[in-house]
């Protein structure tokens, strides 16, 4: 039997790698060992994924947090390293751009293990940001590379990593749509809080918002003035971006929630009427729910939405934010009946798991 080493850390990991592992449980041989470097260590924030998505419990828990990116990744990279040398894996393993993502597959990478990086390709083009920096490495680090669009794949082949000697390059779709086709009719109402008939639902965590005490300041303000003026706003916040605010004495004046599982998030997207965030997962899942999104960055790695007029990009703007929001409100910017399928059929997993049964 084949063996591979599956590393996560943080919230949207999670969600993939629960489509991952459920195609592996379902219809491979392949023996998963589920590694978390503890990257999110909030229980709602990884416990309850785990619990509630029916994640393997993990081989191993690196509880590696709450430090700056030199000292985690050095920290998970020396960890990594001893457990794929003592479970020797066909493969490693490693969803997206976090900082467990790098780890892994530099740890794998410095023992000559196979590296599969799932969600291969993606670019926002802004190198100042450590997502961007880790899923370059990661990819030209990965021997097996899964793009969950043409453009992704497009970005890879201007690298040089398409047709690069014992690399494989495959466009299968976005395995979190998998997560939401698999999960959906799963979702739960929240008991625990009180939610409007129409609200916008937001989140906001980025360190490139919540290192920056006015860009912060002007998001803030720009959620409660559509939440005072003419839609009610959710804010799911992030216990990082909590603490901060109340560094900087910032009391939100809007519905301020913890964050939820991934069964009430669900709930809460479809409930929705549209979303603001500066999160990346949280992006594709407002479109694979229909919903329009404002992003609150100046560049997104899919850009495949924008394209698209689904998303879009206020940066933090308080007049771009509010007068965006106003017009996907009074529904002069709305979804057409069906969305593009631009990011596959929603069995991404399945075709991951058949190319890499097929070599390693």
């Known amino acids: ?130 997502e961007e920096q880790n899923r370059i490495v990661t990819d030209h680090l990965s021997q097996l590379l899964y793009c969950p669009t043409n453009i992704s794949y497009g970005n890879l082949q201007n690298e040089g990593l398409v047709g690069r000697k014992d690399t494989s390059v495959q466009v299968v779709g976005d395995i979190m749509k998998d997560s939401v086709r698999l999960f959906k009719k799963y979702s739960q109402k929240p008991t625990d809080i009180s939610i409007p008939n129409k609200y916008c639902l937001a989140t906001l965590h980025r360190a490139e918002n919540t290192n920056h005490p006015e860009k912060l300041r002007r998001l803030v303000q720009s959620l409660e003035i559509i939440h005072s003026d003419f839609l009610p706003v959710i804010l799911c916040l992030h216990p990082r971006t909590r603490k901060i605010l109340s560094e900087l004495a ?48 100046e560049e997104t790695e899919w850009t495949e939405l924008i394209e698209n007029k689904v998303n879009f990009l206020s940066g933090s703007s308080i007049e771009e934010t509010v007068n965006l929001a106003k017009l996907i409100f009074s529904k002069k910017i709305s979804f057409e009946a069906k969305p593009l399928q631009i990011y596959g059929d929603g069995y991404a997993g399945q075709k991951i798991i058949q190319h890499i049964e097929k070599n390693i």
């Open 1 to 130: 039997m084949k063996k591979i080493v599956t590393i996560v850390g943080a919230r949207p990991q999670f969600i993939k790698a629960a489509s991952f592992s459920h195609y592996i449980r379902e219809h491979s041989n392949i023996q998963e060992l589920v590694v978390h470097t503890g990257q999110h260590y909030d229980k709602n924030l990884s416990e309850i994924f785990f619990n509630e998505l029916s994640i393997p419990k993990p081989y191993s828990n690196l509880n590696i947090n709450n430090k700056s990116h030199g000292s985690m990744t050095g920290e998970m990279l020396i960890k990594c390293e001893k457990i794929i040398i003592k479970t020797r894996p066909d493969a490693v393993v490693v969803f997206g751009d976090t900082n467990s993502t790098l780890a892994g597959a530099l740890a794998a990478s410095k023992l000559n293990a196979k590296v599969a990086h799932i969600e291969a390709g993606l670019r926002s083009f802004n190198f100042t940001m450590p």
């Open 250 to 297: 910032i009391t939100p004046q809007v519905h301020v929630i913890d964050p939820v599982s991934y069964f009430k998030m669900q709930f809460l997207l479809e409930k929705s009427d549209f979303v603001i965030t500066d999160s990346g997962g949280l992006q594709k899942e407002a479109y694979f729910h229909e919903k329009m999104c404002i992003t609150l960055r």
